[in-house]
């Protein structure tokens, strides 16, 4: 099951088709849907959960907690909507992109990928690229 919260910020209108485009990923990973929980908030909100959870002291737009067991993914997955919407200004992407971007990242890091090193960054980016591609297509 696919779950989108919101604490501390206002909605957005999630397309129709995310969870089902989500689900098609993790099977197309060859992995098992346990639940995912998104959680959209604002900076500070993500900034805490950073300082508090991960001991950084810095702003991101994604933080995933992973609780897979198996193949059966799982995990809370907290989202920063304005550094998504500060993202696509900069990387001159539309807004639904960068956060379809996001969310597959979220999903891409519960199946095992890592993006530490510069290898891991250009296969994740690649994998985000396939996922995205398939919900314009799906």
Known sequence: MINFFFE????????SKTSE???????TENRKLGEIN????DDEYLLKVNQDYLDHDYYTDI???DYVKGKT???D???????ILD??????????????????????????????????????R???????NQFKNF
């Open 8 to 15: 501390e910020i206002d909605k957005v209108q999630i397309h």
């Open 21 to 27: 485009w989500l689900e098609n990923l993790i099977q």
């Open 38 to 41: 998104y959680i959209f908030c």
């Open 63 to 65: 933080i995933t907690f």
């Open 73 to 75: 993914i799982s995990g």
């Open 77 to 83: 997955i907290f989202v920063s909507l304005p550094r």
């Open 87 to 124: 993202n696509a200004s900069t990387l001159s992407q539309n807004f639904e992109s960068e956060f379809n971007r996001v969310l597959a990242h979220g999903i891409l890091h519960l199946c095992g990928y890592k993006d530490k090193t510069e290898e891991e960054q250009t296969q994740m």
């Open 126 to 132: 690649a994998k985000e690229d396939f996922y995205i």
